[in-house]
Every structure is written in C-alpha cells, then in structure tokens.
C-alpha cells in the first residue's frame, strides 16, 4: 500500500472512533454543563455552554426536589445489598466448592435456572405481597432483601475464583484446629478480595440503577424513593412547568458516584465482562 | 457420627440464607404467576378460576401482538446496529492502537450508567419543542422544521438510538475478548501472502470468530428481547403503542406506570401474558440457536 492511502484509512479509522467517542459523551456531557443552566436557558435549548453557572441548581435539587433524600436511600439500598449480596454468594460458593452434600446439583441447578427464566414485572407482585405480609414494606429492606436474592451471577463468578484457591489452604488450616466457620472467616474471605472486589463493583452497580424494582415498591411511600425512582418523577413535572434544571442536577448527581468508581475501577468492570466470554 | 452431623449442619447452614432468598423471592414467584394465569382477578375482590380462558383472550389481543412486533423491530434495529459497529471498533482497537485503553474506557462507559437516567436525559435531548437535538440541528440549518423525536414516526428510532448508546461498549468488549483467541501468526501469514485489511477481516476475523459471535449475537437477543426500562421512561410505549415491547406490556397489566395511568391492573391476565412472552422469547432464542449452529458448520 502506498503511503498516500495508508494516511486517508488511517484517517478513516480515526474518524470512525472520534464520531463514536462523541456519541457516547455526547449525553453525559450535556448533562453535566445542563446541570448548571438555569431552566430558561435549558428551554430554549440553543446552548451547549451554560452562558452563567447556576451552581444553585444543586442546592436547589438537594434541598426543594427532595435529592438528599434520594441519594441517602440509594446509598443504603446500594450499601446493603452488595454486602448481603457477597455474604450469601460467598457461603454458598465456599460449601458447593469444597464440600460433598446431597442436593448440591440441584441447588446449583436452581441458582443457573433464576437466571434464564425471566416472566417480567410478573414476580414483583407476589415479592410486594409477601415484603407487606412481614411488614417489610414500609421500609427499602424489602428492596435490599429482593437485591440480595438475585445473587445468581455473583455465585457463579465468585465460584470461579474459590477453584482459584488452593485446597491446602483449608487443611493447613483444619490441622491447626481452625473451625469450618473460622477457615471461611480467616482463611478464604482473605484469599477471595479479588473475586469479592469485582463482583462488589457489578452488584453496587446493579443496586445503584435498579430502576423498576424501587418504583414499584415506593410508589406509595415519596420518602423511601431512591434516585432513579425520583429523578425520572420529576418527567411529570410539578404544577405546570418541567424543571429541566433539577432534572439535570439530579441526574448528575445519580451518574457522578458511579462514574466515579469507574473511574478507578474501570478494569475490574471490563475484566468481568470479558471474563463471561472466556469462560 | 456426631462428627456426621456437625458437618451436615455446617453444610446447609452455610447454604441457607441463599436457599431461603432463592426460594422465597426467586422461584416461588413464578409458582405464584403459575397459578394466577388460570384466574379472573385484579387484585381486589374475587379470584374466579376461569381455565385458558387467558389465554384465548391472548391470542385474540390486538395490543400484545403489536408489543410483539414492535419488540421484534426493536430487538432487531438494535441488534443489527449494535453487533457491526461493536465488532468493527474492537477490531480496529485490537490492532494495538495508541490510545487503546483509553478508548475502550470510554467506549465502556455507559455501562455502568442506570438506563433510567439517561432515558431522562435523552427525554430532554430529544424533546421535540425544545429539545437540544432540535435547536442545533434547527440552528445550523440541517432540518427546515422541528423533528418530532418521540412522535409516532420517530418514537421506535429515537427507542433504538438509546438502546445503541448503553450497548456498544459491551459487546465492544466481549468482541474484544473473544479476537485475544485468534492467533497472531494467522494474520501474518496472510500479510506475507498480501491480503488487505478488509480481506483479512472477512476471511480470517469473521469465520475464526464463528463461535463467539454465535454466543454473542445470542445474548444479544435475550437481552434485547427482555428490555423495558429505557422505553418505559422515554416514551411509556407511546404514542399510541408505537413503542410498546412485551415485558412493558406485562408491566403494565401489573402496575400503573404513572399516577392516572389508564390501564387497570390485571394480575391473572398479565400473569398470563408474561408466561406466554417468556416462551416467545425462548422460542425465538431457541429457533436462532438451532440456525446459528448450522450457519457454523459451513466454515
């Protein structure tokens, strides 16, 4: 190939990525400088630069449209079902992959099956109808408590790390006279903070959008309302008027923490990933 | 044998808190809906036992047969966009290129963004009064008159666009993964024997990514199939039913999607509804499954 031709396909390509790379921050980066428009400004819509920051837009948010609130009961849902999540996950991973017992297939069986079948909204119902029979519906637990049992994929994923871990470990530990409890406790949990580290990321991120999951369960109770559940409210409008604005403030208020975290841990989020191809 | 019953119990004390949650919240559920489609009831007042009676209402429903071919549009518009342009910016990226971390980081973003937030934020951009799509493309004289993005005619493409934007950075990377198990020395080869790139893409790429792809595309589909959420917040499945897709369609039999939402609530029919949507979407998996894998032996 002459080097004329090298340099207009190299332009291609680049050109090719630049347009992609601008679609994907497109968004986001509206978000972020419409977050600081005043509702007038965003209306008219003709501006990509805020022409004055309106950083009152998220004490507004904050305060008025009831975000603390929001993100206070987002971190609690988030919090609380990625602990539960890896608690549970990792019980049941560390005695289906050291242990023998009668009915393991078929709890293994049962675990891969929550993740193929899926009839929708369907099983929010009766969730809800069980969550008001033990009086857990008045508080985001039922929502944390549902969260946690979707802890499929993270026991599969964790089981791939528990091969990691060699099985001397555990007897080392059994002939020092280390409880079952105490090898899990002191031993594995230890050795598991890679695969408990990325599965962490997934199910905060999983807990922190959940979107249907909280508005069903909060459509009746404001303050319980987590941050997407808010947020997307807020499309109603309150009296007569959209408030672009908060709409903005809010969202960048429920994207910033995660894109946060990605920021750091980018390669933990693309390792799982590209981990479920590999098998 | 009390050594045999200590380990018993730290067995399935271990394995309890995730059989119970499983159990409870996960399969009894689908029991539940099992039972209820074979009943009259809206979740007040009484539960008649009415048989298939669900389902000839189903076969003979206007509303599901068209979520059934929006979904099927959706699913399709999205895939057929998101596969190439994911697989041909892995390949490009794969190729070593300076930037390529950053790039694949990029591109990987909006991943980890909650669907339900940037449906908000696509609501705004592709407003049709005041949206900043249409000032811009109104400003720089690229359209005579405002687009109406989430009207009957553009509603599905505005739906698919959305749909893109969350889906390219992970296929992206599951492409990505699946070239590191091409070997090097294939392509080599084929320099030396002078092929061009885009040779080497059809003839070396493509076929050795056969089973990969297959999986992928695969997936693809399950997932494209079963969203709801993005369309749920953009356009509730209007205008007029325009971008109405099964599982919303299910949804909403079950809960209102805003306060004075028209539709009343039919738990015995959505149950329904939502079994018949998950054989459809087996059905439609299982049939590309058993075509994919014939389409592999021709390699």
């Known amino acids: 190939m002459n080097g004329m031709g090298k340099w207009v396909s190299r332009g291609i390509l680049w050109l090719f990525l630049l347009i992609i790379a601008l679609f994907t921050v497109f968004p986001v980066l509206m978000t972020i400088l419409g977050s600081f428009k005043s509702n007038l400004e965003l209306a008219s819509g003709a501006t990509i630069w805020p022409k004055e920051w309106h950083f009152s837009n998220y004490a507004e948010a904050w305060k008025q449209a009831n975000f603390s609130t929001y993100t206070w009961n987002s971190l609690f849902v988030s919090v609380a079902s990625t602990v539960g999540t890896l608690i549970v996950a990792s019980m049941a991973g560390y005695v289906v992959d050291r242990r023998n017992f009668i009915g393991k297939r078929f709890f293994v069986v049962m675990q891969a099956s929550t993740m193929f079948i899926s009839i929708g909204a369907v099983v929010l119902r009766p969730q809800f109808e069980l969550m008001v029979d033990i009086r857990l519906n008045q508080s985001l637990w039922g929502v944390v408590f549902i969260l946690i049992s979707a802890h499929a994929t993270t026991f599969f994923i964790l089981m791939g790390f528990f091969k990691a871990i060699p099985r001397d470990v555990d007897e080392a530990a059994m002939i020092d006279g280390c409880s079952f409890m105490g090898i899990y406790w002191r031993m594995i949990l230890p050795l598991l903070k890679p695969g408990l580290g990325v599965t962490a990321l997934f199910a905060f991120r999983n807990a922190w959008n959940e979107y249907i999951l909280p508005l069903v369960f909060t459509m009746n109770t404001p303050k319980l309302q987590t941050l997407t559940v808010g947020l997307t409210n807020l499309r109603y409008g309150s009296g007569a008027a959209m408030q672009t604005h908060l709409m903005m403030a809010g969202a960048c208020l429920s994207m910033l923490p995660i894109l946060v975290v990605y920021f750091f841990a980018n390669r933990s989020f693309m390792q799982v990933t590209a981990g479920s191809v590999k098998g | ?299």
């Open chain 2, 1 to 299: 044998m009390r050594m045999k019953w200590r380990v018993h119990v730290e067995n399935y004390g271990f394995l309890l808190p995730s059989f119970l949650l499983t159990a409870v919240l996960g399969i009894y559920p689908i029991f539940w809906a099992m039972r209820y489609m074979f009943y009259d009831y809206k979740g007040y007042g009484d539960m008649i036992y009415i048989g298939f009676d669900n389902f000839t209402r189903l076969w003979g429903d206007e509303l599901f047969w068209e979520a059934v071919r929006n979904t099927i549009v959706y699913a399709g518009g999205k895939i057929a966009i998101t596969i190439p342009l994911s697989l041909i910016i892995a390949v490009i990226l794969d190729r070593g290129l300076k930037g390529r971390n950053f790039l694949r980081a990029l591109y990987f973003m909006p991943t980890v963004i909650s669907t339900a937030v940037i449906a908000v934020v696509f609501f705004i951009i592709f407003n049709s009064y005041n949206g900043l799509l249409n000032q811009f493309l109104l400003k720089n004289r690229l359209i005579s008159g405002a687009i109406d993005w989430l009207g009957p005619d553009y509603a599905m493409l505005t739906v698919i666009i959305l749909a893109v934007w969350g889906a390219i950075g992970n296929y992206m990377l599951l492409f990505l993964a699946g070239l590191q198990s091409i070997p090097g020395d294939l392509y080599e080869s084929a320099e030396i024997d002078g092929a061009s790139a885009i040779q080497k893409f059809w003839k070396i790429t493509v076929p050795m990514l056969g089973p990969v792809m297959q999986m992928i595309i695969m997936l693809a589909i399950t997932v494209s199939l079963k969203g709801y959420e993005s369309i749920m917040v953009l356009t509730e499945g209007g205008p007029v039913g325009k971008t109405e897709v099964m599982y919303l369609y299910v949804y909403k039999l079950l809960f209102p999607v805003s306060t004075g939402s028209a539709m009343i609530q039919e738990i015995g029919y959505g149950s329904a509804v939502g079994f018949a949507t998950a054989i459809i979407v087996g059905v439609i998996t299982g049939f590309y499954f058993m075509l994919s894998r014939r389409l592999n032996k021709i390699y």
